[in-house]
């Protein structure tokens, strides 16, 4: 079956200028998660979606760094203003559910974002 | 908070030989994944470990959890070139945030 989608692939952008990212999760999986990978800071967990309940946003860098899920499926994580050090590769995952046997992140192919 | 530490951090093997890579954290958690990153590519999972003591394989890959020790390895054996890529792991902090190590980056050299 189809797995997690993401897009665009690549993106460039000027500083100051806001982004949109977008996630397909597989369908049927419950849970989506947004991590971000770059050289100096590795793979961090940005935020996550269990269903209907309140996201788990503990891990966004900073108030310009938002995502909302609609449906229950798709996600759009937005970057206001972005600087510089936004760059980096913005990696979306999914699973069935947190229960045991269904927690396995299935990850997207990522988003390549260069801020200019 | 959750620090998970890899070692080593680069590996160059030769085909054939055995190595281990290590992954080491900080607090309890019962729940560790390894993943494998190709070049330009996302990750991949490899193992899911639930509990003290799990063990799971895969090929020429065998991984290990032991919850006591808060230590999981991931052991490989007689590499082969198209092993060549990077590993990590990463722990459950909480409700699935995972907490990934640095990863290990594994070249077999034929």
């Known amino acids: 079956g189809a797995g997690v989608s993401q897009s665009p692939s690549n993106k460039v952008t000027e500083k100051g200028k806001d982004v949109e990212l977008r996630c397909d999760p597989i369908?049927?999986?419950?849970?989506l998660y947004w991590y971000r990978q770059s050289l100096g800071q590795g793979l961090e967990f940005l935020i996550y979606?269990?269903?209907?309940?309140?996201?788990?946003k503990s891990g966004l860098p900073s108030d310009r760094f938002s995502a909302e899920r609609t449906g229950g499926s798709v996600s759009t994580l937005t970057i206001q203003r972005t600087q510089q050090e936004d760059s980096a590769v913005y990696l979306c995952?999914?699973?069935?559910?947190?229960?045991?046997?269904?927690?396995?992140?299935?990850f997207g192919p990522g988003t390549r974002l260069l801020v200019l | 908070e959750l620090k998970v530490e890899q070692n080593p951090l680069f590996l160059s093997m030769q085909e054939g030989k055995n190595y281990t890579i290590y992954c080491n954290y900080s607090?309890?958690?019962?729940?560790l994944y390894w993943y494998r990153q190709d070049p330009g590519k996302s990750l991949e999972s490899l193992f899911v470990?639930?509990?003290?003591?799990a063990v799971k394989q895969e090929g020429r890959l065998m991984a290990s959890l032991d919850t006591k020790a808060r230590l999981s390895t991931l052991h490989i054996t007689a590499a082969v070139h198209d092993l060549s890529a990077t590993y990590f792991c990463?722990?459950?902090?909480?409700?699935?945030?995972?907490?990934f190590g640095a990863g290990t980056i594994l070249r077999v050299k034929s």
């Open positions: 995952a999914s699973s069935f559910s947190y229960s045991r046997g269904q927690e396995t992140q299935y």
């Open positions: 369908s049927g999986h419950t849970a």
């Open positions: 979606f269990q269903g209907n309940s309140a996201p788990d």
């Open positions: 607090t309890t958690s019962d729940r």
């Open positions: 470990l639930l509990s003290n003591g």
């Open positions: 990463a722990v459950d902090e909480y409700g699935n945030k995972l907490v």
